[in-house]
């Protein structure tokens, strides 16, 4: 395993985060792996030296961030663990979502009860508040960090003049800051190589790109993309615009640059991230232990530039998905 220094946090994480939005319950997701199914998972990933993983509350309702918690049990402090708050846990109780005090102190403690944690050493904010003042948020945050439930703060999907916002607030006021962002990029979706990869590059941020496959989309040929539970099943494979623009040329590109270096797609897409200087860390999605040893050999594949300006060049700017 290849290991690198998460932004500027001096924290050292494997080059691959496994993400655990597919663990949980099939109840929550149809393509959603349960309990027994997941674990042999994780373990694999300790096993290939993975010290890095992602998850959320919302992610089966708790049940992931659990399952992870079980799973790294007895072995939490050589694992660095993310999670994230922000989207309602209870439907009938407001105050479970958001980015309010209440909130943050409120779910913050029932992810450490859940990943069985008394420190969490990434916490993220899922989304943007538009219903709370930033000032407000950054305060709860870094009080969590002062009361040690929580090492490092993180942001994810957002505009880049609200992470602006965010970090020049924790500065004026001189508190703990962002120190990593969670963002939606892949080969078919770039627009986040305008403002926001730029603005973390500067800040010495770290960046752990969600959906570094597109959901499966980079995975296997356009054509056959509902041909998977998940590709059936899953809407926001379908919302996002992953085939606009020159999506289905990028995936004709990915599927015969993997042909001629006998490897497969998903590879193709996974080392076109690592190749990219801005990028800290993909958080990877898979169900399967074959995939996840892909990934980890991804590792060892090397891009040229020609081959990389050839993936890039049909990429057209599309709609922004995965914030609003
Ligand atoms: N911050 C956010 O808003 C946000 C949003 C979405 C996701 N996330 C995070 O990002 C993680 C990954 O997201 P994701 O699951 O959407 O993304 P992904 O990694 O882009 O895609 C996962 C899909 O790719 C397939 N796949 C993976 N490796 C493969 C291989 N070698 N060959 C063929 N298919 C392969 C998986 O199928 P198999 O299951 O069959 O392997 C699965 O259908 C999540 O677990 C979560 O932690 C964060």
Redesign the pocket.
Known sequence: MEYTTLGDTGMEVSRICL????FGSSDWRE?VLDEDESMPIIERAIDLGINFF???NM?SKGESERILGKALEGRRDEMVVAT?GYFQMDENDPNSGGLSRKAIEQELDNSRERLGMDTIDLYQI??WDPDTPIETTMRALDDAVRREKVRYLGA??MWAHQLAEALYTSERIGLDRFVTM?N?Y?LAYREEEREMLPLCEKEGMGVIP???????FL??PYEAFED?T??KT?DYAHEHPYAEGGGEEINERVQELAAEKGV????IALSWLFHKDAVDAP??????I??LE??VEALDIDLSSGDMAYLEEPYEPVRVS?HQ
């Open positions: 993400g655990c939005m597919s393509w992602d998850t959320a992610y994230k899922h989304r994810s999907s969670q939606h892949n969600w959906s570094p496959l597109a959901r499966g995975t296997r998977t998940r590709g899953d497969t797609m998903a590879q958080i990877v999605g898979t169900t399967s074959e995939h892909e990934a995965g």
